[in-house]
């Protein structure tokens, strides 16, 4: 995957910035070619596979728009890969969902076929494929442990600060389209980072866990216990009126608006009623705005909801480069500095983050 992939990452993202503030379509549109792919299989239950052998199953590269166009009529499920909180990886089957980028897809044989000789065809019927089952035991990309919430947040901002050193070329992209340099910049995605979990000081998130008002709010699920209450889109509406205020253009702070939402399962954008009963954000995000120089409080942040809601889009139209291509480059930094944070031991965070 691109995403995955640094030096190629890095090259079309340098390229693609360069590209649309020199105007040249021809540039765009190449770039465009390459980001828009998608990873299809084929298989008539992939809801009886098991994780392994879904991550096993040979994932064909296909240009996202060639799959809009064939699968219309076809029987096909998106498949999401996921942790739960306690770090038990886990997968789900959605029957005929949008297709996007960077997804994974798996046709039914009635609608595709693969083979050696002749590659994928679709729209012509095939035989499931079989996935490639190697015997070495795959290791838990986390381990997760008991920490409250303001631990990890802390730790997230230690995680970014290696992150971002690795990920220059994606700051400075970032920093073009933002039309901000890179100090304001790099304040932002610390704002996204220490605060994407907000969502998780909602009362109820908290409760659903065993923990009580007065207690120390805890960051993740205890092993005994699992909440189905989403947090995600709580976080990001209550985020949205603080990055709304610290950016100019609102399609911008809608981006990072989705690309919190998104963190853990893309495409969320139900907010359930909410109430943020902890303030142990406050500090931290007092601490971020000194230090990167953002006209912010924690009075611009929205500590309650009384009706359920909406985000005002699932996701960024793809035809909004700029804006797509902001969206994917927060996502990224959420996402590695939280798995990154669970290596920060707290000699780490006693020196990183005060």
Request: one cysteine or more; glycine letters at 4%; aromatic letters at 10%.
């Amino acid at each position: 995957l691109i995403l995955n992939d640094k030096k190629r990452r890095d090259k079309i993202l340098l390229n693609l910035g360069n590209a649309a503030f020199k105007g040249d379509r021809y540039g765009v549109e190449s770039n465009i070619r390459e980001l828009l792919s998608a990873n299809l299989t084929i298989h008539d239950r992939p809801d009886k596979l098991g994780y392994h052998e879904i991550l096993g199953m040979p994932w064909i590269d296909v240009d996202v728009r060639v799959l809009q166009r064939q699968l219309i009529n076809a029987k096909f499920w998106q498949i999401r890969f996921d942790h739960d909180e306690n770090g038990e990886p886990k997968f789900c089957s959605i029957p005929n969902a949008p297709v996007y980028p960077y997804n994974y897809y798996v046709v039914h044989p009635d609608y595709a076929a693969y083979d050696e000789n002749f590659g994928l065809r679709l729209g012509e019927r095939g035989t499931n494929l079989s996935p490639i089952i190697t015997h070495v035991k795959i290791k838990h990309e986390f381990e997760y442990q008991r920490e409250s919430w303001e631990e990890h947040a802390r730790r997230c901002l230690v995680a970014f600060s290696n992150v971002k050193s690795r990920e220059r070329h994606c700051l400075e992209t970032l920093s073009r389209l933002l039309e901000l340099n890179i100090i304001q910049t790099e304040g932002l995605l610390a704002l996204s980072i220490a605060l994407h979990d907000l969502g998780k000081l909602n009362k109820s998130w908290q409760e659903s866990i065993g923990v009580a008002m007065g207690d120390t709010p805890l960051a993740h699920t205890p092993y005994c216990k699992r909440t189905k209450i989403a947090h995600a889109a709580i976080s990001a509406d209550a985020l949205y009126p603080l990055f709304r205020k610290l950016l100019s253009k609102r399609q911008h702070s809608i981006a990072f608006k989705l690309a919190i939402a998104h963190h853990h399962h893309a495409r969320a954008e139900t907010v359930e009623p909410y109430t943020l009963s902890w303030t142990n954000y406050e500090k931290i995000m007092e601490k971020i705005c000194s230090e990167y120089s953002l006209d912010a409080s924690p009075k611009d942040i929205r500590k309650t909801e009384e009706h359920q809601k909406r985000l005002e889009t699932p996701m960024i139209n793809l035809e909004s480069t700029f804006l797509y291509t902001i969206y994917c480059i927060v996502s990224r930094f959420i996402r590695l500095s939280d798995q990154e944070s669970f290596s920060i031991n707290g000699e780490k965070l006693k020196d990183g983050a005060g």
